[in-house]
């Protein structure tokens, strides 16, 4: 599996300064809705892919072909770091490692889309052994549902933004109707997560 890292987005601890809750900061009403509902509903495949990746771990050691599959069993191994760290409640780590855990199983879809059954590998026949496709299957079923009730969200966000705010928030404007226009999920939900960055600091 590829990954490709989402490396403009950092994830930090909410600002204790009260102030507008319109503003683009991490005191926005808007992002932090947006934020534990994406978070929220996340948690669930967080667990089950990491439930799946220590079960491939655990049938990789058995095989011949192993070492073979260094780069793919670090890679699940990070899985299951990232799931372990959000269970610490690492909150200023959260949102990154969700992120980078949904862009693992983004890679995953495509992979398995395009790969040859002929071509198949150990991993490829371990991730179906327990239930990889299915995972990835209701992933994008339930994001794809997601996207749609967070578009209906931003229009309602927008439009109760006054003059003075739409002008000042003009670039999160721009950037959720380019995202509206956008059709593959893949390329969607990567558009997507480009939304944290506007209300977080650098």
Not at 81 to 110: C, D, F, Q, R
Not at 134 to 142: E, M, S, T, Y
Not at 188 to 193: A, E, I, Q, R, W
Request: proline share 0%; glycine share 0%.
């Amino acid at each position: 599996m590829k990954i490709f890292l989402i490396a403009t987005l950092i994830a930090q601890t909410i600002l204790a300064t009260p102030v507008l809750d319109k503003e683009l900061n991490e005191n926005n009403e808007f992002y932090k809705n947006t934020l534990k509902e994406y978070l929220e509903r996340s948690y669930n495949f967080a667990e089950r892919f990491a439930d799946m990746c220590e079960k491939v771990l655990t049938d990789l050691k058995q095989h011949d072909e192993a070492s073979e599959f260094q780069s793919q069993k670090a890679e699940l191994e990070d899985v299951l770091h990232y799931v372990a760290a959000m269970k610490e409640n690492e909150n200023e780590k959260t949102l990154k490692n969700m992120l980078k855990l949904h862009e693992i199983l983004l890679s995953a879809g495509k992979e398995f889309k395009e790969t040859h059954q002929a071509k198949k590998t150990v991993i490829h026949q371990l991730f179906e052994k327990y239930n990889g496709i299915a995972i990835v299957h209701d992933f994008r079923k339930d994001f794809v549902e997601y996207l749609k009730d967070f578009e209906s969200h931003f229009l309602e966000y927008e439009q109760s933004l006054t003059d003075k705010q739409l002008e000042n928030q003009e670039k999160l404007i721009q950037w959720f109707k380019e995202f509206k226009e956008e059709q593959s999920f893949a390329k969607k939900f990567t558009t997507f997560v480009t939304f944290f960055k506007f209300f977080t600091s650098e």
